[in-house]
């Protein structure tokens, strides 16, 4: 499995920026996770297999929306209300499992893009 993410940019506060991931394979629960400079990888937010649970970071509920369109092999996250704190490079990644909220779960990751929120 392949993972590709695209979309990522410069964007001002407040902003909205929407990062796409392209899968090769069949990867079955999907996710975006992020990592700061000089920080861990932190997971955003995870889609099952069907698209039908979606799970979300707190710092990112109400302003994040996580989707998918299994036809196409996409995965998408739609990102409001951009802050200078959400700036991080992102990642899109894989699990074999159906449904999955923890980083251990994800077993395919793909190059990461980055987002930068300026003030």
């Known amino acids: 499995v392949q993972l590709v993410e695209a979309g990522g940019g410069l964007v001002q506060a407040g902003g909205s920026l929407r990062l796409s991931c392209a899968a090769s394979?069949?990867?079955?629960?999907m996710g975006w996770f992020r990592q700061a400079p000089g920080k861990e990888r932190d997971i955003v937010s995870t889609?099952?297999?069907?698209?039908?649970?979606?799970y979300y970071a707190d710092f990112v509920k109400g302003r994040f929306i996580i989707s998918r369109d299994n036809a196409k092999k996409m995965v998408y996250l739609q990102m409001n209300s951009l802050k200078p704190e959400d700036t991080a490079v992102y990642y899109c990644?894989?699990?074999?499992?159906?449904?999955?909220?923890?980083?251990?779960?994800?077993?395919?990751w793909g190059q990461g893009t980055q987002v930068t929120v300026s003030t």
């Open positions: 990644a894989g699990s074999t499992a159906g449904w999955a909220t923890k980083i251990q779960a994800f077993n395919y």
């Open positions: 394979g069949r990867p079955s629960a």
């Open positions: 889609i099952s297999w069907t698209g039908g649970s979606t």
